[in-house]
């Protein structure tokens, strides 16, 4: 797959590193500002995407950037069943349990186990957009035509 | 506020009329995602913050990944004459249109007036969440402390989506 | 209530594209369509007249809030709906490259 025309190249110079820090953001910060795990997730999906658009397949090296995704989303799909099992056995036995301290409403570190799971399920969600884009592009170049 | 989320959902209704007899493929796709951006605004007239940056980006990958489908293929629809299946499906139809229509006017007289709350359970999602979670953001709050159990489940459809599109798009096997 | 009727209109004209068209980019354009008014029609049960967005900010507190609960329920559906859109995008492709063509009476008659 061909990348874009030069003046997409330096935009995408520009931007994509940016998007990149204000999904960060909005994924660390689910508990405070609208958005969490979900929205923060799709938003790094979308800026890894915009930079596979623009600079082509073979930029990118592609089939070893599926296998080492596909590993990124199985560790943060166990990661949090794991959290999940771990409020099983602290306090009272009950799956799902928000063990770790609640501090004061409206801080950063508060809410206890909420922005862990944040944090696991914002990467699982955009390592599985990713990955079906790439397996996309991928038979789309492999493919005889 | 009726009015306005009304006359919207008036123009999205037009767009989809567009989608689904539009001649050319590529138009046919577009007016899809632009059905879906609509709802972006219907989403933060009804105060929904969260809902409208999920749905803007989704709708621009189903767009990316759409038009990827379209365009290296020949973009029209291959129209011919409507025929008697054509006359089957298209009475069937109107059929089921009209019957659901018609059920579905008696049975939205036993929600209340669009403003009025019609679930019981608002109050105390809304009086315990902050105290109880911890957290300021009560939609966060309440889908990863109250609903834990559709987040992981959500999850687990993701991976399994995921599996499913590798498996289909597999060219070369294993040696 | 006239809100609600026209968010059922929606679902129905997707509903008719399902049913009636022989296209499959327009069969997956209509499911979408399908989606989109579940997902209006949830938002619409939650609202409050005079509400404003869930957030609690400690220094003001407000009495009345917009119901979270359909707004966390929709949050989960719309990745999902992604998800199976892609799935479907995907098998049409396969579609397409086997056998030259996207109307589903076509690919009927051939059988491989």
Request: glycine share 10%.
């Given at each position: 797959?061909?990348?874009?025309?030069?003046?997409?190249?330096?935009?995408?110079?520009l931007?994509?590193?940016?998007?990149?820090?204000?999904?960060i953001?909005?994924?660390v910060?689910?508990?405070?500002?609208?958005?969490?795990?979900?929205?923060g997730g799709?938003?790094?999906?979308g800026?890894?995407?915009l930079?596979?658009?623009?600079?082509?397949g073979?930029?990118?090296k592609?089939?070893?950037?599926?296998a080492?995704?596909?590993?990124?989303e199985?560790?943060?799909?166990?990661?949090?069943?794991?959290?999940?099992?771990?409020?099983?056995?602290?306090?009272?036995?009950?799956?799902?349990?928000?063990?770790?301290?609640?501090?004061?409403?409206?801080?950063?570190?508060?809410?206890?186990?909420?922005?862990?799971?944040?944090?696991?399920?914002?990467?699982?969600?955009?390592?599985s957009i990713?990955?079906?884009?790439?397996s996309?592009?991928?038979?789309k170049?492999?493919s005889?035509? | 506020?009726?009015?306005?989320i009304?006359?919207?959902?008036?123009?999205?209704?037009?767009?989809a009329?567009?989608?689904?007899?539009?001649?050319?493929l590529?138009s046919?796709?577009?007016?899809?995602?632009?059905?879906?951006?609509?709802?972006?605004?219907?989403?933060?007239l009804?105060?929904?913050?969260?809902?409208?940056?999920?749905?803007?980006?989704?709708?621009?990958?189903?767009?990316?990944?759409m038009?990827?489908?379209?365009?290296d293929?020949?973009?029209e629809?291959?129209?011919?004459?409507l025929?008697t299946?054509?006359?089957?499906?298209?009475a069937?139809?109107?059929?089921?249109?009209?019957?659901?229509?018609?059920?579905?006017?008696?049975?939205?007289?036993?929600?209340?007036?669009?403003?009025?709350?019609?679930?019981r359970m608002?109050?105390?999602?809304?009086?315990?969440?902050?105290?109880?979670?911890?957290?300021?953001?009560?939609?966060?709050?309440?889908?990863f402390d109250?609903?834990?159990?559709?987040?992981m489940?959500?999850?687990?459809?993701l991976?399994?989506?995921v599996?499913g599109?590798?498996t289909?798009?597999?060219l070369?096997?294993?040696? | 209530?006239?809100?609600?009727?026209?968010?059922f209109?929606?679902f129905?004209?997707?509903?008719?594209?399902?049913?009636?068209r022989?296209?499959?980019v327009k069969?997956a354009?209509?499911m979408s369509?399908?989606?989109?008014?579940?997902?209006?029609?949830f938002?619409?049960l939650?609202?409050?007249?005079?509400?404003?967005?869930p957030?609690?900010d400690?220094?003001d507190?407000?009495?009345?809030?917009v119901?979270?609960?359909?707004?966390a329920l929709v949050?989960?559906?719309?990745?999902?709906?992604?998800a199976?859109?892609s799935?479907?995008?995907?098998?049409?492709?396969?579609?397409?490259?086997?056998?030259?063509?996207?109307?589903?009476r076509?690919?009927?008659?051939?059988k491989?």
């Amino acid at each position: 797959m061909k990348g874009m025309t030069l003046i997409v190249k330096k935009s995408t110079q520009l931007i994509a590193g940016i998007i990149f820090m204000y999904g960060i953001y909005v994924i660390v910060h689910g508990h405070l500002t609208p958005g969490g795990g979900f929205a923060g997730g799709v938003i790094i999906a979308g800026s890894l995407i915009l930079v596979t658009l623009a600079y082509g397949g073979e930029f990118l090296k592609l089939v070893k950037e599926e296998a080492g995704t596909t590993i990124i989303e199985s560790m943060a799909t166990i990661m949090v069943i794991m959290i999940a099992t771990a409020g099983f056995f602290f306090g009272t036995k009950i799956f799902f349990n928000n063990f770790l301290p609640r501090g004061v409403v409206a801080q950063l570190i508060s809410a206890g186990v909420i922005p862990l799971y944040n944090i696991f399920v914002g990467t699982e969600v955009a390592a599985s957009i990713f990955i079906i884009f790439l397996s996309l592009v991928i038979f789309k170049e492999e493919s005889p035509q | 506020m009726e009015l306005s989320i009304s006359i919207i959902i008036g123009l999205m209704i037009l767009g989809a009329l567009y989608a689904i007899h539009a001649k050319d493929l590529l138009s046919s796709v577009i007016a899809c995602g632009i059905v879906g951006y609509s709802l972006v605004i219907c989403f933060l007239l009804l105060k929904a913050p969260d809902l409208a940056i999920v749905q803007i980006v989704v709708d621009t990958i189903t767009l990316i990944i759409m038009v990827a489908v379209v365009l290296d293929s020949s973009r029209e629809e291959s129209y011919s004459k409507l025929d008697t299946k054509g006359y089957i499906s298209a009475a069937t139809g109107i059929l089921m249109i009209v019957v659901l229509l018609y059920f579905f006017a008696i049975s939205v007289q036993s929600l209340d007036v669009l403003g009025t709350s019609s679930l019981r359970m608002a109050n105390y999602y809304i009086e315990g969440a902050a105290q109880k979670t911890g957290s300021a953001n009560l939609v966060t709050g309440v889908v990863f402390d109250f609903r834990g159990y559709d987040t992981m489940g959500e999850a687990v459809v993701l991976v399994t989506a995921v599996l499913g599109v590798l498996t289909i798009l597999r060219l070369k096997g294993k040696k | 209530m006239t809100a609600y009727i026209m968010c059922f209109i929606l679902f129905l004209v997707g509903l008719y594209g399902v049913i009636t068209r022989r296209n499959l980019v327009k069969i997956a354009v209509s499911m979408s369509i399908m989606e989109i008014s579940t997902f209006l029609f949830f938002a619409l049960l939650g609202y409050i007249d005079g509400g404003v967005a869930p957030i609690v900010d400690p220094a003001d507190p407000v009495q009345t809030y917009v119901d979270p609960l359909p707004q966390a329920l929709v949050l989960t559906a719309i990745v999902i709906g992604l998800a199976t859109t892609s799935m479907m995008m995907a098998i049409i492709i396969r579609l397409y490259r086997k056998y030259g063509t996207f109307d589903i009476r076509e690919i009927k008659n051939l059988k491989g």
